[in-house]
């Protein structure tokens, strides 16, 4: 019987995360998950579409994928995630997959492989419901780290983004499903959960809100760790940040993209905040949590951005001093409102922009690594790779370290050395889950 299958995920956190929901459907359906592209005979592709890119990106794995049906003519190549819901059946069609699933789609995908496996017709299925995947208890292939996705889709619109056109309405996961799959990544052995959503401050049920949320997950025992990402500046205030001081598993960061530091471009964008406003919320936060580091993401080369609007990014990133950016050139999307505006920048300008704000960036990133040297920080090691293992802060900087320890375990560590950006550090001692900061 045909039914090994093999997944590759690409694009953010909800599509790692719902990587394990097609594992768990799969599974339960008597297919069998392998790690090994070439022992596949189903290859699942999740997919992201909210750059040209890494649209790109996509299709050329696709083809190589194709490819290896001249050696293996039976081998069935599925496109999920984001681009399926925005190509449909363009992509059965002018591309040749033989599976084509939207993100609400994946309950039905043995189905689709059992149709397509009787007929050869190729399948699509890119409508939208209003799935939550409630009752799925997905896979998660680490043991230390753990995602769970409180809630799907998002209502912001901001004008440059497809997110809204491929992943629907804006709807939260019940409170319940949500500590069910905490108690379950803590019984697997996980120490650090993270909350994922587009905005993840939307999150609703009945009267409660994502405050309440987080508290009722920070009180479950056997866990250390609490993160979620992202939040959206227009819903963050005061009240929420509180509330993160006084959680024991919250860990100091928070991920707020900023996108632009030009009030003209934020409006277009339809972000709902001021420059002057974000700043004031990234401030007020820091004088609460004194250690908080945050990071940011930003976008450059919008529609009829000016080279004084450019220069209020670059400014509000010294301003700032973000840990950490990811940073873009606009991408124009399919479905988004931007597509209509005029005064388009052109792309070598946005190169240039590109360059020189990342040029900033990395000389402010690699300040904030500097000031670890010396420090003494708990981390938790998160994976290893033949001598050196991986271990992260509370506020979200990876560490080397080059001595032997155990994944899983948290440490106190001195950092003793700044390689590029990254910290080395040195094991102080092993700290008892109880003790963990
Ligand atoms: N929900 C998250 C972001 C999701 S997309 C939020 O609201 O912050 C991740 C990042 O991709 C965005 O923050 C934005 O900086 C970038 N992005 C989105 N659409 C883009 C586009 N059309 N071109 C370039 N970058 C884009
Ligand atoms: Fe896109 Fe804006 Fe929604 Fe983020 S909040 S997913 S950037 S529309
Ligand atoms: Fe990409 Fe879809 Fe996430 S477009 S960023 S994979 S929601």
Not at 235 to 255: E, M, V, Y
Not at 282 to 297: M, N, Q, Y
């Amino acid at each position: 019987m045909k039914n090994r299958y093999f997944i590759k995920a690409y694009g953010c956190q909800m599509n790692l995360y719902e990587a394990g929901v097609v594992s768990a459907i799969m599974d339960q359906a008597g297919f069998e998950q392998t790690e090994s592209e070439t022992d596949a005979d189903i290859i699942y592709l999740i997919t992201c579409s909210v750059r040209n890119h890494a649209e790109q990106r996509a299709l050329g794995r696709f083809n190589y994928f194709k490819g290896m049906k001249k050696d293996k003519p039976g081998l069935i190549i599925g496109i999920l995630g984001c681009m399926a819901q925005s190509y449909k059946d363009k992509l059965n069609t002018e591309h040749g997959a033989d599976i084509v699933a939207g993100p609400d789609q994946y309950r039905i995908l043995p189905e689709l492989i059992n149709t397509f496996q009787q007929t050869q017709i190729p399948q699509n299925a890119t409508s939208f419901s209003c799935e939550n995947y409630e009752g799925i208890m997905p896979r998660n292939k680490s043991k230390t780290t753990g995602f769970i996705s409180i809630m799907r889709g998002c209502n912001n619109y901001c004008t440059y983004c497809i997110v809204p056109y491929v992943r629907g309405r804006e709807r939260s996961k019940s409170l319940d499903q949500i500590i069910k799959e905490a108690e379950i990544l803590v019984q697997s052995g996980v120490q650090d959960i993270t909350l994922v959503g587009q905005n993840v401050l939307a999150w609703r049920q009945d009267n409660l809100d994502f405050l309440d949320l987080i508290k009722a997950v920070d009180k479950l025992d056997g866990y250390t760790r609490l993160r979620f990402i992202t939040s959206h500046p227009k819903d963050l205030t005061q009240r929420h940040i509180q509330t993160f001081a006084s959680l024991k598993k919250f860990c100091a960061h928070i991920h707020l993209p900023i996108q632009s530091g030009s009030d003209r471009i934020l409006q277009l964008m339809n972000r709902g905040y001021t420059c002057a406003e974000y700043i004031e919320k990234v401030e007020t936060a820091r004088k609460i949590i004194p250690e908080l580091s945050f990071t940011t993401d930003i976008l450059v080369g919008f529609p009829s951005e000016t080279e004084a609007d450019f220069q209020k990014t670059i400014w509000v990133i010294k301003q700032l001093q973000f840990d950490f950016a990811y940073m873009f050139r606009y991408s124009e999307r399919p479905y988004t409102k931007s597509r209509d505006l005029n005064d388009k920048v052109p792309e070598q300008t946005r190169r240039q922009r590109l360059t020189d704000l990342i040029q900033t960036q990395n000389q402010i990133t690699a300040r904030k690594s500097s000031e670890l040297l010396g420090r003494q920080m708990q981390v938790l090691v998160e994976s290893k790779n033949g001598t050196q293992a991986y271990a992260r802060t509370r506020t979200n900087k990876i560490v080397i370290i080059k001595e032997p320890v155990k994944t899983g375990q948290t440490y106190l560590c001195q950092i003793d050395k700044i390689v590029g950006w990254t910290p080395i550090g040195k094991i102080l001692e092993t700290i008892k889950q109880e003790e963990v900061l």
